[in-house]
C-alpha cells in the first residue's frame, strides 16, 4: 500500500520498536445509538473499520500541483495576516528518546496527529500535544482542534511534540508516473455548480479540484488545480461560506477548500472510503453535510460548524449515492452492491441475510437516525434524484444482473439496466412501491449513473457511464428522447449558463451542451481538459477498455459491470470455465497465478482471451495486453483495520501466530499469501486455485460459491477444513490477522512481462511494481538471469529504481530462451515495508512472428475422424497464442489452447480434447499460415494435428476478427 513518500533516515528503525496502544473492544451499543470519543472517533457496533480508540485511517498522499486562487471574480481574497507560531508547554517531554523524522508531505494533504501513516511512528497517542515550531513564511495553516494540521504552503514546517522534532518538506511535485498508485477509486459526484457561472470539478487521479469559470455564451476556462488529498471523488458546494466540500475518499476524510484563497484549509475524519457528499441546511442554526461512507456500509453526519462527526448510521453495502428532502427532513442513500437477492437474481439454497438487501436506506436527518430500508431495488444502485416538483418521487439509476440463467454468453444480455420509480411517500420504506423503467428498449444503455433534471422542468438526465452517452429522458414519462456521445465514463451532471455539463472521466475532459439543443441529439458539446492525470497511458489505454460497454458484441456490459473498480459484485455466476462461480476482485490479481477459480488458466492474457470470448467483442492483441496491464495495476488501498503504518494491532499479531501454527500457510504463502498452487480446498471435489489475502476484507461475499458472508464465517470454515480446533479467543485474534492483511507488507503489483509469459517479445520492457516507493540504492536486490545449461547467469545490464519501479537496463533479449528475474526478500519501502518472501518472475522469449494469427477461425479437420470447429486466437507482440473454442459442432470441447507463432507457423501445445471417445491428448498441431491480403494477419493455413490414436489433416480459414 502506497501512504506516502516518505524519507526516514534513520528512524525507519523505530518502526519495529515502537508500539502503540490498542483499546479492548467495547460492548456495542444497542441499534441505532452512535457513541463518540473525543467529539469525532466513534465505537461503533456492526461492521467497524478499526480497533477501539484507534483513529480514522490515513490513506496515502496527495498531489504535486501547487494550490492556486481562484480567477478573480471581483471579490477579495481574506486577508487572515500573520498568526504567531504555537506555543510549547514548558512542562512536557517525550516519553524515551526524542524522534527526530524527516517526511515529505504532498500539498493538499493533512496531517492526523491521533494516528496518520506519514506520522506512524507517533502511533495513535502522544503525551504532548502537537505545535508548530516553524512554517514557511506566507502560510496562515494553524493546528485544528488540536488533532489536525492542513499545511497551505510548499517548503519546510517543522512539527514538535515534547522534545520530539520533525520536520515535514511539503512538495507539490510528488505524484507522477512512477509514484502514481492505482487505488481505482472512480468519481461518484466529481461536479458541483458554485457561484453563477463557475463549477467545480474533481479529478481523483490527479489528487486535485479545479473551478472553471464559464463565460456567457457557455465557454469554459479552467483555473489551475488545486491539491486537494488523495482520490477526491466527490463534491459538493457550501454557498455560504464559500467552501466546497471534498470526499477525500483515499483519506478517509472530509476536506474543506477555501474558494477565495483557492486551498484546502482543514480535513475531518470520516470514515472509511467516504464517496459521496449533500449540503443539509434544513435546521436552523445546524448545518451538516451528509457522507457516505462506501467502505464502512455507513453514512456519516458531519457538524460543519464544530467540524465534527456527530452521527454515524449503518446502510446497505457500498454506499455511493445520496438524495436529500429538506423540507420532509429524509435522506435516502443507495447502496451500489446487493445481492442475489436482487430481482432478477438466482435463487439459492442459503439466503443472503438480510443485510445484503438493504438497497436503498432512508434516514431522518432531523432526529439522526434510521427509518428503514427499501429492499430488492435492484443490483448496482448508481444515482438517485428526487423530484423537485413530487417528493414522494424518487428515481434510482441502476442495473440488473440477470445471473439466474443458467450460463452466461456473449448473446444472453447478462445485465438490464433502467431505472427505478420508488413512491417514498409512505413511512414504511420496506412497504415503498417500486417501478422499473427498462432503458434498453431501444438500444442497451449500460451503466446508468448520474441523474439531474433539467431546470426548465422538461427532461431528465442520466449519464450513461459504461456506455459513453448522455441519456435524455422526458421528465414525466421516463421515454428516452435522444443520446448524446459523452467521452469515455461519463459522471457527473450540472447545469449553469444554460449549460449541462458531464466529466468525461477517463478522458479527463470536461463537456457541456447548450440546454436548447438537448433535444435535437445534434449539438455538439463544447470540451475541456482538466486535472493534470499521472496514469501512465498504457495503464490508460487498458482502463478505457475495462469500463467500456461499447466494446462488447452488443454493447451492454463491461468488465467493470461484474468488477466494479476492480472488486466484486458479490454474486454468483455461471460463466467462462468454471461452472456457478462467485466474482473474483481484480485488485493485486498480478503474481496470483493461476487465474479462474479452478485455476484453468496460466497468465492474465490468457484470462483476457477469455473475456473476449465472454463478451463477444473482437480485439487487438496490442488491446488485451493493454487490458492486461490495467487490471494487474489495481491494487488495494491502506488497510482500514490496521494501527497507522500497517502495523499489525495486538490481536491480529497473536492471530498471526495462530495462522501459522494452524498450518494456514501451507497454502497462504508467499508474498501475496497464496503458493499459486491448484488444491483441493473447501469446496469439495473441485480443484480451487489458492487465492491470495491480500486486502481480503474488502471482497465479501466469500468462498468459491459466495457461501460465507462474514469473515467470522470465513475463518471458521478454513479451521475446519485444516481440522484446528482453537479457543474463541484465538479464533477472533485470527479472524483480525486475516483483515488486517496485508498490513505493513511490501508486495509486487504488476510485471511486465506477465508471470509464466511464453513467446516474449525480445525487446520487452522489463519493470516490475510494487506497492510502496521503493528506498532508494536498493538495486542489487534484484537480477535478471539466464538459464544456460543447468544454470542460471546472469544477463548483462543494470538495475534502475524510480519510485515504486524497478527497470531493467540492457540490450535485446536472445530468442527463445528461458529467464528469471528474482527479488530478494530484504526489499524495502521509504515507509520500512519489506516483503513477506523472496520474489521470483519467470518468463520466455520466442522467435519473430512474421504474421498475426488473432482473430476467429474455422478449422476443418479430416482424416480418420472429420468435422468443423471453431476456434477463436489472440496473438501477443512476441508472438504467443491463445485460443479458445467458440464452436466445437459435438466432435470436440476443450478448456483452451495455447502456442506461438514463430515465422509463418503456428504451433500449438500438447492439449487434452474432449471427444466422442472419451479424453483425448493431442500431443501436438502444426499450421503453416498465409497472408493472403496483405494486412499483416494471417488469413489461412494448412497443417496437421498428431495425437497418439491418428494424425488429422488441417485446414484452416480466418472468418472473423
Same mark, same amino acid.
Not at 427505478?420 to 446508468?448: N, Y
Not at 481480503?696 to 462474514?710: A, H, K, L, M
Given at each position: 500500500?502506497?501512504?506516502?513518500?516518505?524519507?526516514?533516515?534513520?528512524?525507519?528503525?523505530?518502526?519495529?520498536?515502537?508500539?502503540?496502544?490498542?483499546?479492548?473492544?467495547?460492548?456495542?451499543?444497542?441499534?441505532?445509538?452512535?457513541?463518540?470519543?473525543?467529539?469525532?472517533?466513534?465505537?461503533?457496533?456492526?461492521?467497524?473499520?478499526?480497533?477501539?480508540?484507534?483513529?480514522?485511517?490515513?490513506?496515502?498522499?496527495?498531489?504535486?500541483?501547487?494550490?492556486?486562487?481562484?480567477?478573480?471574480?471581483?471579490?477579495?481574497?481574506?486577508?487572515?495576516?500573520?498568526?504567531?507560531?504555537?506555543?510549547?508547554?514548558?512542562?512536557?517531554?517525550?516519553?524515551?528518546?526524542?524522534?527526530?523524522?524527516?517526511?515529505?508531505?504532498?500539498?493538499?494533504?493533512?496531517?492526523?496527529?491521533?494516528?496518520?501513516?506519514?506520522?506512524?511512528?507517533?502511533?495513535?497517542?502522544?503525551?504532548?500535544?502537537?505545535?508548530?515550531?516553524?512554517?514557511?513564511?506566507?502560510?496562515?495553516?494553524?493546528?485544528?482542534?488540536?488533532?489536525?494540521?492542513?499545511?497551505?504552503?510548499?517548503?519546510?514546517?517543522?512539527?514538535?511534540?515534547?522534545?520530539?522534532?520533525?520536520?515535514?518538506?511539503?512538495?507539490?511535485?510528488?505524484?507522477?508516473?512512477?509514484?502514481?498508485?492505482?487505488?481505482?477509486?472512480?468519481?461518484?459526484? $466529481?461536479?458541483?455548480?458554485?457561484?453563477?457561472?463557475?463549477?467545480?470539478?474533481?479529478?481523483?487521479?490527479?489528487?486535485?479540484?479545479?473551478? !472553471?469559470?464559464?463565460?456567457?455564451?457557455?465557454?469554459?476556462?479552467?483555473?489551475?488545480?488545486?491539491?486537494?488529498?488523495?482520490? $477526491?471523488?466527490?463534491?459538493?458546494?457550501?454557498?455560504?461560506?464559500?467552501?466546497?466540500?471534498?470526499?477525500?475518499?483515499?483519506?478517509?476524510?472530509?476536506? %474543506?477548500?477555501?474558494?477565495?484563497?483557492?486551498?484546502?484549509?482543514?480535513? !475531518?475524519?470520516?470514515?472509511?472510503?467516504?464517496?459521496?457528499?449533500?449540503?443539509?441546511?434544513?435546521?436552523?442554526?445546524?448545518?451538516?453535510?451528509?457522507?457516505?461512507?462506501?467502505?464502512?456500509?455507513?453514512?456519516?453526519?458531519?457538524?460543519?460548524?464544530?467540524?465534527?462527526?456527530?452521527?454515524?448510521?449503518?446502510?446497505?453495502?457500498?454506499?455511493?449515492?445520496?438524495?436529500?428532502?429538506?423540507?420532509?427532513?429524509?435522506?435516502?442513500?443507495?447502496?451500489?452492491?446487493?445481492?442475489?437477492?436482487?430481482?432478477?437474481?438466482?435463487?439459492?439454497?442459503?439466503?443472503?441475510? /438480510?443485510?445484503?438487501?438493504?438497497?436503498?436506506?432512508?434516514?431522518?436527518?432531523?432526529?439522526?437516525?434510521?427509518?428503514?430500508?427499501?429492499?430488492?431495488?435492484?443490483?448496482?444502485?448508481?444515482?438517485?434524484?428526487?423530484?423537485?416538483?413530487?417528493?414522494?418521487?424518487?428515481?434510482?439509476?441502476?442495473?440488473?444482473?440477470?445471473?439466474?440463467?443458467?450460463?452466461?454468453?456473449?448473446?444472453?444480455?447478462?445485465?438490464?439496466?433502467?431505472?427505478?420509480?420508488?413512491?417514498?411517500?409512505?413511512?414504511?420504506?420496506?412497504?415503498?412501491?417500486?417501478?422499473?423503467?427498462?432503458?434498453?428498449?431501444?438500444?442497451?444503455?449500460?451503466?446508468?449513473?448520474?441523474?439531474?433534471?433539467?431546470?426548465?422542468?422538461?427532461?431528465?438526465?442520466?449519464?450513461?457511464?459504461?456506455?459513453?452517452?448522455?441519456?435524455?429522458?422526458?421528465?414525466?414519462?421516463?421515454?428516452?428522447?435522444?443520446?448524446?456521445?459523452?467521452?469515455?465514463?461519463?459522471?457527473?451532471?450540472?447545469?449553469?449558463?444554460?449549460?449541462?455539463?458531464?466529466?468525461?472521466?477517463?478522458?479527463?475532459?470536461?463537456?457541456?451542451?447548450?440546454?436548447?439543443?438537448?433535444?435535437?441529439?445534434?449539438?455538439?458539446?463544447?470540451?475541456?481538459?482538466?486535472?493534470?492525470?499521472?496514469?501512465?497511458?498504457?495503464?490508460?489505454?487498458?482502463?478505457?477498455?475495462?469500463?467500456?460497454?461499447?466494446?462488447? =458484441?452488443?454493447?451492454?456490459? =463491461?468488465?467493470?459491470?461484474?468488477?466494479?473498480?476492480?472488486?466484486?459484485?458479490?454474486?454468483?455466476?455461471?460463466?467462462?470455465?468454471?461452472?456457478?462461480?462467485?466474482?473474483?476482485?481484480?485488485?493485486?490479481?498480478?503474481?496470483?497465478? $493461476?487465474?479462474?477459480?479452478?485455476?484453468?488458466?496460466?497468465?492474465?492474457?490468457?484470462?483476457?482471451?477469455?473475456?473476449?470470448?465472454?463478451?463477444?467483442?473482437?480485439?487487438?492483441?496490442?488491446?488485451?495486453?493493454?487490458?492486461?496491464?490495467?487490471?494487474?495495476?489495481?491494487?488495494?488501498?491502506?488497510? +482500514?483495520?490496521?494501527?497507522?503504518?500497517?502495523?499489525?494491532?495486538?490481536?491480529?499479531?497473536?492471530?498471526?501466530? %495462530?495462522?501459522?501454527?494452524?498450518?494456514?500457510?501451507?497454502?497462504?504463502?508467499?508474498?501475496?499469501?497464496?503458493?499459486?498452487?491448484?488444491?483441493?480446498?473447501?469446496?469439495?471435489?473441485?480443484?480451487?486455485?489458492?487465492?491470495?489475502?491480500?486486502?481480503?476484507?474488502?471482497?465479501?461475499?466469500?468462498?468459491?460459491?459466495?457461501?460465507?458472508?462474514?469473515?467470522?464465517?470465513?475463518?471458521?470454515?478454513?479451521?475446519?477444513?485444516?481440522?484446528?480446533?482453537?479457543?474463541?479467543?484465538?479464533?477472533?485474534?485470527?479472524?483480525?490477522? !486475516?483483515?488486517?492483511?496485508?498490513?505493513?507488507?511490501?508486495?509486487?503489483?504488476?510485471?511486465?512481462?506477465?508471470?509464466?509469459?511464453?513467446?516474449?517479445?525480445?525487446?520487452?520492457?522489463?519493470?516490475?511494481?510494487?506497492?510502496?516507493?521503493?528506498?532508494?540504492?536498493?538495486?542489487?536486490?534484484?537480477?535478471? /538471469?539466464?538459464?544456460?545449461?543447468?544454470?542460471?547467469?546472469?544477463?548483462?545490464?543494470?538495475?534502475?529504481?524510480?519510485?515504486?519501479?524497478?527497470?531493467?537496463?540492457?540490450?535485446?533479449?536472445?530468442?527463445?530462451?528461458?529467464?528469471?528475474?528474482?527479488?530478494?526478500?530484504?526489499?524495502?519501502?521509504?515507509?520500512?515495508?519489506?516483503?513477506?518472501?523472496?520474489?521470483?518472475?519467470?518468463?520466455?522469449?520466442?522467435?519473430? +512472428?512474421?504474421?498475426?494469427?488473432?482473430?476467429?477461425?474455422?478449422?476443418?479437420?479430416?482424416?480418420?475422424?472429420?468435422?468443423?470447429? /471453431?476456434?477463436?486466437?489472440?496473438?501477443?507482440?512476441?508472438?504467443?497464442?491463445?485460443?479458445?473454442?467458440?464452436?466445437?459442432?459435438?466432435?470436440?470441447?476443450?478448456?483452451?489452447?495455447?502456442?506461438?507463432?514463430?515465422?509463418?507457423?503456428?504451433?500449438?501445445?500438447?492439449?487434452?480434447?474432449?471427444?466422442?471417445?472419451?479424453?483425448?491428448?493431442?500431443?501436438?498441431?502444426?499450421?503453416?499460415?498465409?497472408?493472403?491480403?496483405?494486412?499483416?494477419?494471417?488469413?489461412?493455413?494448412?497443417?496437421?494435428?498428431?495425437?497418439?490414436?491418428?494424425?488429422?489433416?488441417?485446414?484452416?480459414?480466418?472468418?472473423?476478427?
Amino acid at each position: 500500500m502506497w501512504r506516502s513518500l516518505v524519507l526516514m533516515g534513520a528512524v525507519l528503525l523505530l518502526f519495529g520498536c515502537i508500539d502503540a496502544p490498542s483499546g479492548e473492544p467495547a460492548a456495542p451499543p444497542p441499534e441505532g445509538v452512535v457513541v463518540y470519543d473525543g467529539g469525532f472517533e466513534l465505537l461503533e457496533w456492526g461492521r467497524p473499520d478499526r480497533e477501539p480508540g484507534q483513529p480514522p485511517r490515513d490513506r496515502g498522499p496527495g498531489r504535486r500541483d501547487a494550490a492556486q486562487p481562484m480567477a478573480d471574480r471581483g471579490a477579495p481574497a481574506v486577508d487572515r495576516g500573520p498568526r504567531p507560531v504555537d506555543a510549547r508547554p514548558p512542562d512536557c517531554r517525550s516519553v524515551g528518546e526524542p524522534i527526530i523524522a524527516e517526511i515529505e508531505l504532498p500539498l493538499g494533504e493533512t496531517l492526523f496527529f491521533d494516528g496518520d501513516d506519514y506520522l506512524a511512528f507517533w502511533g495513535i497517542s502522544h503525551p504532548c500535544p502537537p505545535r508548530i515550531d516553524r512554517q514557511p513564511g506566507g502560510s496562515t495553516a494553524r493546528i485544528e482542534a488540536g488533532a489536525r494540521l492542513t499545511p497551505d504552503a510548499t517548503g519546510e514546517w517543522v512539527i514538535g511534540r515534547g522534545d520530539d522534532r520533525v520536520t515535514v518538506s511539503v512538495r507539490d511535485d510528488l505524484l507522477d508516473e512512477d509514484t502514481f498508485l492505482n487505488f481505482n477509486y472512480s468519481p461518484s459526484h $466529481p461536479l458541483a455548480a458554485g457561484d453563477p457561472g463557475w463549477l467545480w470539478v474533481a479529478s481523483p487521479q490527479s489528487n486535485t479540484v479545479q473551478a !472553471i469559470d464559464v463565460d456567457a455564451d457557455g465557454s469554459p476556462r479552467a483555473g489551475e488545480p488545486i491539491p486537494v488529498g488523495a482520490w $477526491p471523488t466527490s463534491v459538493a458546494w457550501w454557498a455560504d461560506a464559500r467552501m466546497l466540500l471534498v470526499t477525500q475518499t483515499a483519506r478517509d476524510s472530509l476536506g %474543506v477548500l477555501d474558494a477565495d484563497r483557492g486551498a484546502l484549509v482543514d480535513a !475531518i475524519p470520516v470514515g472509511d472510503e467516504p464517496a459521496a457528499v449533500v449540503l443539509d441546511a434544513s435546521e436552523p442554526g445546524r448545518r451538516l453535510a451528509w457522507v457516505a461512507l462506501s467502505g464502512a456500509d455507513a453514512v456519516a453526519a458531519v457538524d460543519l460548524d464544530a467540524r465534527r462527526v456527530i452521527a454515524r448510521i449503518e446502510t446497505g453495502r457500498d454506499p455511493r449515492a445520496l438524495a436529500l428532502d429538506p423540507a420532509r427532513g429524509r435522506l435516502y442513500v443507495a447502496s451500489m452492491l446487493s445481492s442475489n437477492a436482487h430481482p432478477q437474481g438466482r435463487a439459492e439454497s442459503r439466503p443472503p441475510p /438480510e443485510s445484503t438487501r438493504r438497497d436503498i436506506t432512508v434516514i431522518d436527518t432531523r432526529q439522526l437516525r434510521r427509518i428503514g430500508f427499501v429492499p430488492e431495488v435492484g443490483t448496482l444502485l448508481r444515482g438517485l434524484w428526487l423530484d423537485p416538483d413530487n417528493s414522494d418521487r424518487l428515481v434510482v439509476s441502476l442495473t440488473h444482473a440477470r445471473n439466474r440463467q443458467a450460463t452466461i454468453q456473449a448473446t444472453s444480455r447478462p445485465q438490464a439496466h433502467g431505472l427505478a420509480v420508488v413512491d417514498v411517500g409512505g413511512d414504511d420504506p420496506a412497504r415503498f412501491p417500486v417501478e422499473p423503467i427498462d432503458l434498453d428498449r431501444r438500444q442497451p444503455a449500460p451503466g446508468p449513473f448520474s441523474l439531474a433534471g433539467t431546470p426548465d422542468g422538461r427532461w431528465l438526465l442520466t449519464s450513461l457511464s459504461a456506455g459513453n452517452a448522455l441519456l435524455v429522458l422526458d421528465r414525466d414519462s421516463l421515454a428516452e428522447r435522444t443520446r448524446l456521445p459523452a467521452g469515455a465514463t461519463p459522471r457527473g451532471l450540472a447545469f449553469t449558463r444554460n449549460h449541462v455539463w458531464t466529466y468525461a472521466w477517463l478522458d479527463d475532459e470536461l463537456l457541456g451542451w447548450p440546454l436548447a439543443d438537448l433535444e435535437s441529439g445534434r449539438a455538439e458539446p463544447l470540451r475541456l481538459i482538466v486535472g493534470a492525470d499521472p496514469t501512465p497511458p498504457r495503464i490508460k489505454a487498458g482502463q478505457r477498455i475495462y469500463y467500456d460497454a461499447t466494446f462488447s =458484441a452488443r454493447g451492454d456490459f =463491461a468488465c467493470n459491470s461484474c468488477h466494479p473498480d476492480g472488486l466484486v459484485d458479490g454474486l454468483v455466476w455461471n460463466l467462462l470455465l468454471d461452472g456457478d462461480v462467485n466474482t473474483l476482485p481484480f485488485r493485486n490479481v498480478g503474481g496470483t497465478d $493461476p487465474f479462474l477459480w479452478g485455476g484453468q488458466l496460466p497468465t492474465l492474457f490468457d484470462f483476457s482471451r477469455e473475456v473476449l470470448r465472454l463478451v463477444g467483442a473482437t480485439a487487438t492483441g496490442e488491446q488485451m495486453e493493454l487490458l492486461t496491464e490495467y487490471i494487474q495495476s489495481v491494487t488495494a488501498p491502506p488497510n +482500514p483495520h490496521t494501527l497507522p503504518g500497517g502495523r499489525f494491532t495486538a490481536s491480529a499479531q497473536r492471530g498471526r501466530a %495462530v495462522f501459522e501454527a494452524v498450518g494456514c500457510v501451507a497454502c497462504h504463502s508467499g508474498p501475496l499469501l497464496t503458493n499459486r498452487q491448484r488444491v483441493v480446498g473447501k469446496t469439495p471435489g473441485l480443484q480451487t486455485d489458492v487465492p491470495s489475502l491480500i486486502g481480503v476484507y474488502d471482497t465479501g461475499p466469500w468462498g468459491r460459491e459466495g457461501q460465507w458472508y462474514t469473515m467470522e464465517e470465513i475463518v471458521d470454515a478454513g479451521l475446519d477444513f485444516v481440522g484446528a480446533d482453537v479457543a474463541p479467543g484465538q479464533r477472533d485474534d485470527l479472524v483480525d490477522y !486475516i483483515r488486517q492483511l496485508p498490513g505493513d507488507l511490501l508486495y509486487l503489483t504488476s510485471a511486465r512481462p506477465l508471470s509464466g509469459s511464453r513467446s516474449v517479445y525480445h525487446r520487452v520492457p522489463i519493470e516490475l511494481a510494487f506497492n510502496g516507493v521503493l528506498a532508494p540504492g536498493q538495486a542489487d536486490a534484484f537480477a535478471l /538471469e539466464r538459464q544456460v545449461g543447468d544454470g542460471w547467469r546472469p544477463v548483462p545490464g543494470r538495475w534502475r529504481i524510480s519510485g515504486r519501479y524497478a527497470r531493467f537496463e540492457g540490450g535485446e533479449l536472445p530468442f527463445e530462451s528461458t529467464f528469471r528475474i528474482r527479488v530478494d526478500a530484504a526489499l524495502q519501502s521509504t515507509l520500512g515495508q519489506r516483503l513477506g518472501g523472496a520474489i521470483t518472475v519467470g518468463f520466455e522469449t520466442g522467435q519473430l +512472428p512474421e504474421l498475426d494469427s488473432t482473430g476467429r477461425w474455422s478449422w476443418v479437420l479430416s482424416g480418420a475422424v472429420g468435422g468443423t470447429v /471453431e476456434i477463436a486466437l489472440l496473438q501477443a507482440t512476441g508472438g504467443h497464442v491463445s485460443g479458445a473454442l467458440i464452436d466445437g459442432d459435438g466432435i470436440i470441447d476443450l478448456d483452451h489452447l495455447e502456442g506461438f507463432v514463430s515465422g509463418t507457423t503456428l504451433f500449438i501445445d500438447p492439449f487434452p480434447v474432449l471427444s466422442p471417445f472419451g479424453e483425448v491428448m493431442v500431443e501436438s498441431a502444426e499450421i503453416e499460415l498465409e497472408d493472403i491480403d496483405g494486412d499483416g494477419f494471417a488469413d489461412r493455413g494448412e497443417g496437421i494435428v498428431i495425437t497418439p490414436f491418428v494424425d488429422l489433416d488441417l485446414t484452416a480459414r480466418r472468418i472473423g476478427p
